[in-house]
């Protein structure tokens, strides 16, 4: 069965200041890989994924995501937040036979002015 | 637009009782999911059903149930409410495409007293 880590529980952060959120998963078989973003009192919406191909992954609201295969990474970047990036972001990873995912424990980001 | 409604946002109920989330998507999807979301725990998955009247155990299925006797409407029963089930639970749907996004609803804040 496949696990996802997210290395950081809490991540404060300036507007306007780059983010990095790390994800790890360990998996022995192929995965395809999710990020998605819970605003406060909503549901998750997804942010973007990886199924195969480009490594890089671009999504939605200027977010990216780097696939490393050797490190078993899939970690988030945003070159500058705004106020409104302020949320929860859970990865999750599956495997391509299967449509459950299993989801990292959440990391809160709180962007300040 | 996509939508997955949830039944109640807040619900409080009692120990003992028997308690019904219900969940309606209005996608045609095939599968539909019922999480539940604790702090510092992520989204952990209690049932799946991948078509009508078919279910699958997720990870936490002791003390829940679920029907689903139409395409659009997944049910989560807690057959009898306790303390440690207080939590927040997020319906999602997906196509059975692998890979598909899966689509949440804004969840329901169950508190059992």
């Known amino acids: 069965a496949q696990s996802v880590t997210q290395l950081d529980s809490q991540v404060p952060v300036f507007e306007e200041a780059p983010v990095e959120l790390r994800c790890n998963y360990s998996?022995?078989?192929?995965?395809?890989l999710f990020w998605y973003v819970q605003y406060p009192n909503q549901g998750l919406q997804l942010l973007l994924k990886?199924?195969?191909?480009?490594?890089l992954v671009k999504g939605i609201n200027g977010f990216e995501a780097e696939f490393n295969k050797s490190q078993t990474s899939f970690h988030l970047r945003k070159p500058s937040v705004h106020i409104s990036d302020t949320a929860e972001y859970f990865c999750?990873?599956?495997?391509?036979?299967?449509?459950?995912?299993?989801f990292g424990a959440g990391t809160t980001v709180t962007v300040r002015a | 637009d996509v939508k997955v409604t949830q039944s109640s946002r807040y619900l409080v109920k009692r120990t003992g009782e028997k308690v019904f989330l219900e969940c309606v998507q209005d996608?045609?999807?095939?599968?539909m999911f019922w999480y539940r979301q604790d702090p510092g725990l992520g989204l952990r998955l209690i049932y799946f059903?991948?078509?009508?009247?078919?279910?699958e155990k997720g990870d936490i299925p002791e003390g829940y149930s679920v029907s689903r006797e139409k395409k659009e409407r997944f049910s989560l029963i807690l057959e009898s409410a306790s303390t440690n089930q207080t939590s927040m639970y997020l319906c999602?749907?997906?196509?059975?495409?692998?890979?598909?996004?899966?689509?949440f609803g804004p969840g329901t804040r169950l508190t059992v007293t």
């Open positions: 998996s022995s078989v192929s995965v395809y």
């Open positions: 990886y199924l195969s191909g480009s490594t």
């Open positions: 996608m045609d999807h095939e599968n």
């Open positions: 999602a749907s997906s196509p059975r495409d692998r890979g598909a996004e899966q689509y």
């Open positions: 059903s991948y078509d009508v009247k078919m279910k």
């Open positions: 999750a990873v599956t495997r391509p036979n299967d449509y459950k995912l299993s």
